[in-house]
């Protein structure tokens, strides 16, 4: 645990100074996402067994856990699980900061998504993060993602998840971008806290 701590602390480090050198950035959030696949390749510091998923047939199919936050709450890093008879997907949104999302378990298929004229989206590319790899997107990058089964992933933004309440998706059913609810929930994981 103390060593998970110490890595985890010197990898936000690593990624407060990035940000500071080249700014939010393609460059800068690619250089992030790099230092987490590095921090994910410590595998025997995040065994599957601290970061529990939900049991098949539980009413959530997913946990969020909170792993690095600063006091400011910027910078912070969770860890998603998902069950094994998860099939999660979320609609194409945004994040009005830069996010990273970074492989351990499992597999998670992330599209990526641009506006189009008439107000609407079209997908550019996707890419499986599995262990290994990640994606990085700069804060009107517009992504959706599906995950089917088990899976543990870390995600990163350059603010809480709590403080993004501006949001974007695009509601496909009412084809219209609309704002995503503040999400709550999330499990406390860093050291000396206690789960909330
Ligand atoms: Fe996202």
Redesign the pocket.
């Known amino acids: 645990m103390e060593q998970r701590s110490t890595a985890v602390a010197e990898a936000m480090d690593d990624i407060r100074r990035i940000e500071d050198e080249l700014g939010v950035t393609r460059a800068g959030v690619e250089a992030i996402r790099d230092r987490l696949v590095q921090l994910a390749g410590r595998r025997e510091l995040f065994p599957l067994e601290d970061f529990p998923a939900p049991d098949a047939g539980e009413e959530d199919d997913s946990y969020m856990y909170r792993i690095a936050q600063d006091d400011d709450d910027r910078f912070a890093l969770y860890a998603q699980t998902t069950s094994p008879s998860a099939t999660a997907s979320?609609p194409v949104?945004n994040?009005t900061t830069w996010?990273v999302v970074v492989g351990f378990d499992g597999q998670e298929l992330n599209r990526f998504y641009e506006r189009t004229a008439d107000g609407s989206v079209a997908q550019t590319g996707e890419h499986m993060v599995e262990a290994g790899t990640g994606v990085a997107m700069l804060p009107d990058d517009l992504?959706a993602?599906h995950i089917e089964g088990s899976s543990l992933n870390f995600h990163c933004y350059g603010l809480a998840l709590e403080r993004l309440n501006r949001r974007e998706y695009y509601s496909e059913s009412d084809d219209t971008w609309k704002i995503f609810s503040n999400i709550d929930g999330i499990k406390e994981a860093r050291s000396g806290l206690q789960s909330c």
């Open positions: 979320t949104h994040h996010a992504h993602i």
